[in-house]
């Protein structure tokens, strides 16, 4: 099916005449900067962070394309992946009259975002075992659908989403198809950045929150075609990533190895820790994960998260979400952490 950009686009955005901040006139980074209203004479801190950021971090692209193996204009990088959604809602949705598909149980942020907007929201729940049902998401879609959030591996199951699957809708909804793969580092499978070229209408997001373990610093990807980012370099504020997180991205970017290393030994306790749950009495089933946490199915989820709870051991509660009657999502800890996790839960008094 063919995907029409300019169609899809709220038209008074394609109008938009851009916010021109100083470092948009001039990039260069040597000369006496009279600019922009800065502080010439530092900063209240230790370091100087009195000048404005590069507003497009091309930096950080710039490394970025080369470890997602992309191009840099085919990058943008935002506060957080919410940001991403929720500029991506803004750019394509007609407040009161277009609307989104969303396919519980997935992350709430999708709705959150859609919500604010004053955008429809349409639900296709996931199948028992938490996969696309690409046919009824398909039969969802009508005139006015722009966007259809995919979440693999999924949140809060954690398994990945069949390929195939994704790639039907991609071929056969005009709108835009967006792949979160915020736990992607934790997967076998690989990245669908390395589809951009092949799908106009795929958006993929990322983030340096959970592998890179950066999620103090609020730092998302998003990889899309060069029409697609420049949209949301049109809309975004014009500073939205601070001098600080730059450097410090910049900084994570040359320490990838590093990253490599804190994934292996994620991958490694997440083993340990579904190898000791499955010896618990309550413990019914222990959902297949390619992220950083495990779904798991108790006897009364509320009364063992409250146990924990007592325990100064937090874990989240999912009891309520939809295809998740009695299960507890766990994110995998240090060897310490899970051994004190394994070593409460045995406590826990099971009533025959």
Known sequence: MAFDLKALLRPHIANIKPYSSARDEYSGKEGIFLDA????????????FNRYPDPYQWAIKEKLAIVKDVRPNQIFIGNGSDEAI?????AFCRPGKDNVILL???YGMYEVSAEINDIQIKKVNLSADYQLRPDAILAATDEFTKIIFICSPNNPSGNKVVREDIRKILENFKGLVVVDEAYTDFSDEPSFTT??????????????????????????MAFASPEIIKILNLIKPPYNISGLTQQKALEALEGKEKMESLVKDILLEREYLWQELTHLEFVLHIYPSHANFLLVKVTAARKIYDFLIDSQIIVRDRSKVLLCDDCLRISVGTREENVALIKTLKKFPVVG
């Not at 929720?86 to 803004?90: F, G, P, T, V």
């Not at 589809?195 to 998302?220: C, H, I």
């Open 37 to 48: 209203n800065e502080n010439p004479f530092g900063s209240a801190t230790a370091e100087d």
């Open 195 to 220: 589809e951009l070229d092949q799908y106009p209408n795929l958006l993929v997001m990322q983030t340096f929150s959970k592998a890179w373990g950066l999620a103090s610093l609020r730092l998302g």
């Open 104 to 106: 519980p149980p997935t």
């Open 86 to 90: 929720d500029l991506l809602i803004r």
